[in-house]
């Protein structure tokens, strides 16, 4: 199996299940109680805020754990509206965001909030200038994502916090893609909210963190128990958390030299690609992208049977956004670019990871041209195309 889907999750490093293990077992205590083992996971717990702290350049006090990116980017976006609703009603975000931050948006529209939706050009991002030219006295948050989880592209977030912080308007990005693979900090970013997730980066699923700017009174999301001191109730996952907190610190080690032999591969797969395949386009800025990234329309064909073909073959692959897999609308991402919705079902996400080799990257280049003309033949578009 050649799995190329690390953007939808990546598995749990065995170092990172390593470290979780003795706290399903040994140490199960819950991390509230006053006994030694309480106070052991207690540890547990600080220990790996602040190594999640120090990864983002934040203080300790600033990280909260969570069950994952959609609920760090759900309480983010709720939270500042309803603690800000006095002072204005307007949000600013992009058309690409993930569903988590999109249809939180929609969600507060329907609860009299207003949404600018910035456009975004056909690489897939935005200028710092449209989003100064937007803010309006009444805008209190511009929620603006990292890196964009089906294309890959990279926005300008420094440039975009140095205007939010100038305005005096708070800046969130969901970094879910970035984090690990982009050295982030938020302080020198001017970033006041940041979500994260730990399936995206080796770490477990159902983890994730908000980073919360000292000083900002944001609403808690959930109610209940005291904990992650009263902001966040529920009991703590501690084997989560402390994979979390394991998982983000490997992902930095050596970052570099990862990020230049993923990118060299990613290159060489797409360079391989257009050698091979006629009448395809690579999606997103060809450079400002994330190193793991390559999403790609193949004209004349529809996407699922492609991806069918490819797991016929031992090869694992997306069509973009993993909420969406299932569904039949083509992607909201791909047709912000422009693309017609015959193109953009026509489309394949390929998310490496550190451990893609070469010779797979080279499997893969010698099956996709004989799949992707085996999709073509089956596809009505094939036929419509040809003759428009
Ligand atoms: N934001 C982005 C950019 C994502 O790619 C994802 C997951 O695909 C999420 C948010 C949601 O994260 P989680 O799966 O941890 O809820």
């Not at 693309?339 to 489309?347: I, N």
Request: a neutral charge; charged letters at 20%.
């Amino acid at each position: 199996m050649i799995y190329m889907d690390h953007a939808a999750t990546t598995p749990v490093k065995p170092e990172v299940l390593e470290a979780m293990l003795p706290y399903f077992s040994t140490n199960y205590s819950n991390a509230s109680g006053v006994y030694k083992l309480a106070r052991f996971n207690r540890k547990a717990i600080d220990d790996a805020r602040a190594v999640v702290a120090d990864h983002l350049g934040a203080r300790n006090d600033e990280i909260f754990f969570t069950s994952g990116g959609t609920e760090a980017d759900n309480w983010a976006i709720k939270g500042v509206a309803e603690s800000l609703k006095d002072r204005g009603n307007h949000i600013i975000t992009t058309n690409i965001e993930h569903h988590a931050v999109l249809h939180t948006c929609q969600y507060l529209e329907k609860q009299g909030f207003k949404v600018t939706y910035l456009p975004v050009n056909q690489d897939g991002l935005i200028t710092p200038e449209q989003v100064a030219q937007t803010i309006t006295e009444k805008t209190i948050l511009i929620s603006i994502m990292y890196a964009n989880n089906e294309i890959g592209t990279i926005m300008p977030i420094s440039e975009i916090g140095k205007i939010a912080s100038d305005r005096g308007v708070l800046f969130h990005t969901d970094a879910v893609q970035a984090v690990g693979q982009i050295p982030i900090n938020v302080r020198k970013e001017n970033i006041d909210l940041l979500s994260l997730s730990g399936h995206k980066f080796y770490g477990p699923k159902g983890t994730g963190a908000l980073y919360i700017r000292m000083g900002l009174k944001l609403p808690s999301l959930l109610h209940g128990g005291g904990q992650e001191r009263g902001r966040r109730a529920g009991t703590e996952n501690v084997p989560g958390i402390v994979g979390l907190a394991k998982a983000i610190y490997l992902a930095y080690r050596g970052l570099e030299d990862k990020n230049t032999r993923v990118r060299e591969l990613r290159d060489y797969l797409i360079n391989g690609i257009y050698e091979r395949i006629p009448c395809c386009k690579l999606n997103g800025h060809r450079e400002q992208r994330l190193s793991n990234i390559v999403n790609f329309s193949f004209g004349f064909m529809d996407g699922e049977s492609l991806l069918l073909l490819l797991d016929s073959k031992g090869i694992i692959a997306s069509n973009g956004s993993a909420c969406t897999a299932s569904s039949l609308d083509p992607s909201h991402v791909l047709e912000a670019l422009g693309l017609s919705r015959k193109r953009a079902s026509g489309s394949i996400r390929f998310s490496l990871g550190e451990e893609n080799t070469r010779q797979e990257v080279d499997c893969l280049l010698n099956i996709l041209p004989s799949v992707v003309e085996k999709s073509r033949i089956i596809s009505p578009l094939y036929e419509q195309e040809r003759w428009n």
